[in-house]
Protein backbone atom coordinates (compact mmCIF):
# COMPACT_ATOMS: atom_id res chain seq x y z
CA UNK A 1 0.00 0.00 0.00
CA UNK A 2 1.27 3.37 -1.03
CA UNK A 3 1.86 5.60 2.29
CA UNK A 4 -0.76 8.20 0.76
CA UNK A 5 -3.40 5.68 0.27
CA UNK A 6 -2.12 4.28 3.97
CA UNK A 7 -2.75 7.56 5.46
CA UNK A 8 -6.00 7.98 3.53
CA UNK A 9 -7.19 4.85 5.48
CA UNK A 10 -5.56 5.39 9.00
CA UNK A 11 -7.50 9.20 8.85
CA UNK A 12 -10.61 7.84 8.18
CA UNK A 13 -10.67 4.98 10.67
CA UNK A 14 -9.62 7.89 13.14
CA UNK A 15 -12.19 10.44 11.54
CA UNK A 16 -15.18 8.18 11.97
CA UNK A 17 -14.06 6.78 15.80
CA UNK A 18 -13.12 10.18 16.85
CA UNK A 19 -14.84 12.80 14.79
CA UNK A 20 -12.81 14.90 12.71
CA UNK A 21 -12.10 18.10 14.99
CA UNK A 22 -10.93 15.56 17.38
CA UNK A 23 -8.05 14.05 15.23
CA UNK A 24 -4.96 16.02 14.96
CA UNK A 25 -1.83 15.88 12.29
CA UNK A 26 0.20 14.76 15.82
CA UNK A 27 -2.20 11.44 16.70
CA UNK A 28 -2.90 10.60 13.27
CA UNK A 29 1.20 10.39 12.77
CA UNK A 30 1.44 8.44 15.86
CA UNK A 31 -1.44 5.88 15.19
CA UNK A 32 0.25 5.59 12.01
CA UNK A 33 3.87 5.14 13.07
CA UNK A 34 5.10 7.92 10.41
CA UNK A 35 6.47 11.39 11.05
CA UNK A 36 3.94 14.30 10.84
CA UNK A 37 6.28 15.55 7.92
CA UNK A 38 5.46 12.72 6.08
CA UNK A 39 1.39 13.57 6.11
CA UNK A 40 2.38 17.09 4.92
CA UNK A 41 4.22 15.57 2.27
CA UNK A 42 1.09 14.01 0.94
CA UNK A 43 -1.45 16.55 2.06
CA UNK A 44 -1.03 20.16 2.29
CA UNK A 45 -3.49 20.72 5.48
CA UNK A 46 -5.99 19.10 7.74
CA UNK A 47 -9.23 20.06 4.96
CA UNK A 48 -6.80 18.59 1.94
CA UNK A 49 -6.75 15.28 4.07
CA UNK A 50 -10.18 14.97 4.61
CA UNK A 51 -11.19 15.43 0.89
CA UNK A 52 -9.02 12.56 0.15
CA UNK A 53 -10.62 10.47 2.66
CA UNK A 54 -14.37 11.78 1.23
CA UNK A 55 -12.85 10.87 -2.27
CA UNK A 56 -11.58 7.57 -1.14
CA UNK A 57 -15.02 6.79 0.63
CA UNK A 58 -16.97 7.78 -2.57
CA UNK A 59 -15.00 5.35 -4.54
CA UNK A 60 -15.22 2.38 -2.56
CA UNK A 61 -19.58 3.26 -2.67
CA UNK A 62 -19.40 3.72 -6.02
CA UNK A 63 -17.31 0.29 -6.68
CA UNK A 64 -19.58 -1.37 -4.14
CA UNK A 65 -22.77 -0.29 -5.71
CA UNK A 66 -21.63 -1.43 -8.92
CA UNK A 67 -21.27 -4.93 -7.56
CA UNK A 68 -24.39 -4.74 -6.09
CA UNK A 69 -25.70 -4.00 -9.13
CA UNK A 70 -24.31 -6.66 -10.59
CA UNK A 71 -25.36 -9.44 -7.71
CA UNK A 72 -29.17 -8.33 -7.66
CA UNK A 73 -31.46 -10.31 -8.87
CA UNK A 74 -33.83 -6.95 -10.00
CA UNK A 75 -33.62 -3.19 -9.80
CA UNK A 76 -35.57 -3.71 -6.53
CA UNK A 77 -33.53 -5.96 -4.88
CA UNK A 78 -30.50 -3.66 -5.33
CA UNK A 79 -32.40 -0.59 -4.39
CA UNK A 80 -33.04 -2.31 -0.52
CA UNK A 81 -29.69 -4.05 -0.51
CA UNK A 82 -28.07 -0.58 -0.84
CA UNK A 83 -30.47 1.12 1.45
CA UNK A 84 -29.49 -0.92 3.76
CA UNK A 85 -26.16 -0.59 3.42
CA UNK A 86 -25.85 3.35 3.44
CA UNK A 87 -27.69 2.98 6.83
CA UNK A 88 -25.10 0.79 8.13
CA UNK A 89 -22.18 2.68 7.00
CA UNK A 90 -24.59 5.58 8.84
CA UNK A 91 -24.27 3.37 12.06
CA UNK A 92 -20.60 3.03 12.46
CA UNK A 93 -19.23 6.33 12.48
CA UNK A 94 -19.70 8.33 15.58
CA UNK A 95 -22.33 11.16 16.06
CA UNK A 96 -19.14 13.44 16.31
CA UNK A 97 -17.47 12.80 12.89
CA UNK A 98 -21.52 13.10 11.34
CA UNK A 99 -21.62 16.77 13.17
CA UNK A 100 -18.29 17.92 11.39
CA UNK A 101 -19.14 16.80 8.02
CA UNK A 102 -22.01 18.64 7.90
CA UNK A 103 -20.02 21.51 9.22
CA UNK A 104 -17.09 20.68 6.59
CA UNK A 105 -19.84 20.83 4.11
CA UNK A 106 -21.36 24.20 4.82
CA UNK A 107 -17.62 25.81 4.93
CA UNK A 108 -16.82 24.53 1.50
CA UNK A 109 -20.37 25.84 0.36
CA UNK A 110 -19.72 29.60 1.60
CA UNK A 111 -15.81 29.53 0.44
CA UNK A 112 -15.54 31.34 -2.91
CA UNK A 113 -12.23 29.12 -4.03
CA UNK A 114 -13.72 25.86 -3.64
CA UNK A 115 -16.36 24.51 -5.55
CA UNK A 116 -18.31 21.77 -3.96
CA UNK A 117 -18.88 18.61 -6.47
CA UNK A 118 -21.92 17.47 -6.62
CA UNK A 119 -22.49 13.54 -5.57
CA UNK A 120 -21.93 10.94 -8.03
CA UNK A 121 -25.27 10.31 -9.22
CA UNK A 122 -24.74 7.87 -12.26
CA UNK A 123 -24.30 4.80 -10.72
CA UNK A 124 -27.49 4.83 -8.84
CA UNK A 125 -29.37 6.19 -12.12
CA UNK A 126 -28.71 2.99 -13.80
CA UNK A 127 -30.60 1.13 -10.91
CA UNK A 128 -33.73 3.07 -11.71
CA UNK A 129 -33.12 2.85 -15.66
CA UNK A 130 -32.72 -1.05 -15.27
CA UNK A 131 -35.78 -1.12 -12.80
CA UNK A 132 -38.04 0.64 -16.01
CA UNK A 133 -36.50 -1.86 -18.21
CA UNK A 134 -37.45 -4.50 -16.14
CA UNK A 135 -41.13 -3.23 -16.04
CA UNK A 136 -40.72 -2.44 -12.34
CA UNK A 137 -40.95 1.17 -12.27
CA UNK A 138 -43.07 3.19 -14.52
CA UNK A 139 -41.83 4.40 -18.06
CA UNK A 140 -42.89 7.68 -17.13
CA UNK A 141 -40.63 8.62 -14.31
CA UNK A 142 -37.79 10.55 -14.75
CA UNK A 143 -34.92 7.94 -13.87
CA UNK A 144 -32.56 10.88 -12.95
CA UNK A 145 -34.85 13.14 -10.45
CA UNK A 146 -36.22 9.53 -9.15
CA UNK A 147 -32.92 8.60 -8.00
CA UNK A 148 -31.53 12.17 -6.60
CA UNK A 149 -35.04 12.24 -4.75
CA UNK A 150 -34.27 8.82 -3.27
CA UNK A 151 -30.71 9.72 -2.35
CA UNK A 152 -31.89 12.93 -0.05
CA UNK A 153 -34.24 10.63 1.63
CA UNK A 154 -31.61 8.46 2.22
CA UNK A 155 -29.89 11.20 3.77
CA UNK A 156 -32.86 12.41 5.42
CA UNK A 157 -33.21 8.86 6.97
CA UNK A 158 -29.99 9.19 8.75
CA UNK A 159 -30.27 12.86 9.91
CA UNK A 160 -31.01 12.94 13.90
CA UNK A 161 -31.94 16.21 13.96
CA UNK A 162 -34.90 15.39 11.68
CA UNK A 163 -35.39 12.25 12.89
CA UNK A 164 -34.06 11.86 16.87
CA UNK A 165 -33.59 8.25 17.24
CA UNK A 166 -35.39 8.40 20.67
CA UNK A 167 -38.46 9.34 18.87
CA UNK A 168 -38.51 7.22 15.26
CA UNK A 169 -36.80 4.13 14.46
CA UNK A 170 -34.52 3.90 11.19
CA UNK A 171 -37.13 0.95 10.26
CA UNK A 172 -40.11 3.17 10.58
CA UNK A 173 -38.56 6.23 8.72
CA UNK A 174 -37.81 4.50 5.60
CA UNK A 175 -40.72 2.72 5.50
CA UNK A 176 -42.96 5.99 5.70
CA UNK A 177 -40.63 7.61 3.47
CA UNK A 178 -38.30 5.88 0.91
CA UNK A 179 -40.73 2.53 0.68
CA UNK A 180 -43.39 4.54 0.21
CA UNK A 181 -42.25 6.54 -2.55
CA UNK A 182 -41.04 3.28 -4.60
CA UNK A 183 -44.34 2.10 -3.86
CA UNK A 184 -45.71 5.26 -5.60
CA UNK A 185 -43.67 5.09 -8.99
CA UNK A 186 -43.88 0.71 -8.82
CA UNK A 187 -45.65 -1.10 -11.45
CA UNK A 188 -48.08 -3.79 -10.19
CA UNK A 189 -45.01 -6.17 -10.60
CA UNK A 190 -42.67 -3.94 -8.65
CA UNK A 191 -45.06 -3.50 -5.97
CA UNK A 192 -45.39 -7.00 -5.15
CA UNK A 193 -41.12 -7.46 -4.87
CA UNK A 194 -41.65 -4.14 -2.82
CA UNK A 195 -43.95 -6.04 -0.74
CA UNK A 196 -41.98 -8.84 -0.29
CA UNK A 197 -38.70 -7.05 0.46
CA UNK A 198 -40.92 -4.62 3.75
CA UNK A 199 -41.07 -7.75 5.85
CA UNK A 200 -37.24 -8.12 6.02
CA UNK A 201 -36.29 -4.61 6.04
CA UNK A 202 -33.87 -5.44 9.61
CA UNK A 203 -32.94 -1.66 9.88
Known sequence: MEIRDKIIEGAAEMFRKYGIKAVTMDSLAAHLGVSKRTIYENFSDKDDLLKGVLTSMAARQKELGERILGESENAINAIFRLIELNV??????????????????????????????????????????????????RKDINGDIVNRTIYLMVLSVMNTDLFPLESFSRREVVMNSIVNYLKGIATPEGLEIIKKHEKTILI
Do not use: W
Open 88 to 137: EHFFTMSPAFTEDIKRFHQEMMLRKDTKCELPDYRNNKMVIERGIKEKLF
